[in-house]
């Protein structure tokens, strides 16, 4: 068994085992598709955007990945805390490789919490327009994931403890959400939000994913994966640099 | 007989403090070597550096032959360490612990499976083996991590006030397994602490550190001589004097009162 294997099953392990972890990070992406879906589903209608649910469930699927990696990578605080980062940064192994394998098991615990989210939406009557383009969307899910969690993992490196959670809740995953896309089309908005919604990443893995769903892609799926690659090695970088820069 | 530990003028400063100053000893192979000194006299600092956590500021270490700040995977294979802190993961079973560190320090599979039982059994809790650690009581997890620390099967084990908080059942059987470890495999000991009489009882060398120097160090009868004193603790406080030491909280102590007001852990 490898390094890099053990420490992903380890946050495979600890996710599964806090189940009202799991069941209270659904809470939020569900207000959303259930309040503000069918709550604004007429007047989205009525001015001509079609169906709601159709056009939001890709944003709130991301909204579930987003919020899980962030905090999977944060979670390094907790580690670093209760002391369990140094039995790994003491070990005969590289930095990298224990990043890799943190960040490798919070990305594949965001994708799992993303289809639970899925499914929720296709109960509530989304459905996948090209089953085809499937595996596409699969590939966004998958990026936002690995991106979000080292975005998790670079924050969680430099922070000491949580006191600032809130801030990185409400100053940066909050907005990442918000100027995403997700819960309106960009078109007609003002520049200044325009401009936000442009430097917001995850504006990207929506409309990619969107596209990938069926619904209509803004910038095109072959524009929203190079710039949602490009962005997700990056933070990759940053995670793990920082990572390697922890003192105990 | 070699020496397992070198320490050579070693020197360590945070801004214009020293919290080592100018510190040399050695620790020869198969010894229980004794880390004694007041709260903030540089014992922490010490084993940081030894154990490649900390970088020195000035000085050589040598760990079984090898620099920790060059050559850290070779220092930190031939080392096992009990942190002054918990460092378990209570969200995963005492076996899953094992487990883990066993594949970081490239156990294989199967004597990772025979050392598991027969550490765990030697430390009480192989009973316990599929429990969640966070349902452990300091005792047992402080007997878990030594189970831990010894899985690699180190050259050294170094041991950062391993008894602190425990009752002295418990300590008295911590320091008996690792009296036997280290008679039966030869495994080089240093360990702090503030029990004096257990430094007597165990050590077989010892040095007192206060403010960041060695202030004696010697057999622990030479200490008692040298300052014609009964006990240890008599040579303790003439050495390092009655005045009481203040102390930070550190992050992590109030992190800890934090985690539990949020119930995680």
Redesign the interface.
Known sequence: ???IY??CL?QL??YF??RSRIIGSLGQPLLFLLAVGFGFGPTFKKAGGGNYIQFLAPGIILMGILFTAVFSGIEII??R?????????????SRFQIVLGRTLGGATVAIIQGFIILVICLIAGFHIEKPALFPVALLFMFLCALMFTALGTAIGSVL???QAFPLIMNFIVMPLFFFSGALFPVHGLPKALQIAIRVDPLTYGVDGFRGALGEVSLFGIGMDLMILGILTVILLAIGSYLFSRI?? | MSEMIEVHDLVKKFGDFYAVDHVSFQVSAGEIFGFLGPNGAGKTTIIKMLTTILKPTSGSIRVDGHDPVRDQHQVRSSIGIVFQDPSLDGDMTALENLQLHGVLYGVSAEDRKDRTEKLLRLVQLWDRRKDFVKNFSGGMKRRLEIARALLHEPKIIFLDEPTLGLDPQTRNLIWNYIRTLNKDKNITVFFTTHYMEEADRVADEIAIIDQGKIVANGVPGALKELTHSESLEDAFILLTGYAIRAEEASTSDRMRTLGKVWGRR
């Open positions: 068994m490898n390094v053990i420490l380890r392990k600890r085992r806090a907790w580690d805390q209760f002391g369990f980062l140094k039995e790994t940064l003491v070990a005969p192994v000491e403890d949580m003192q105990l």
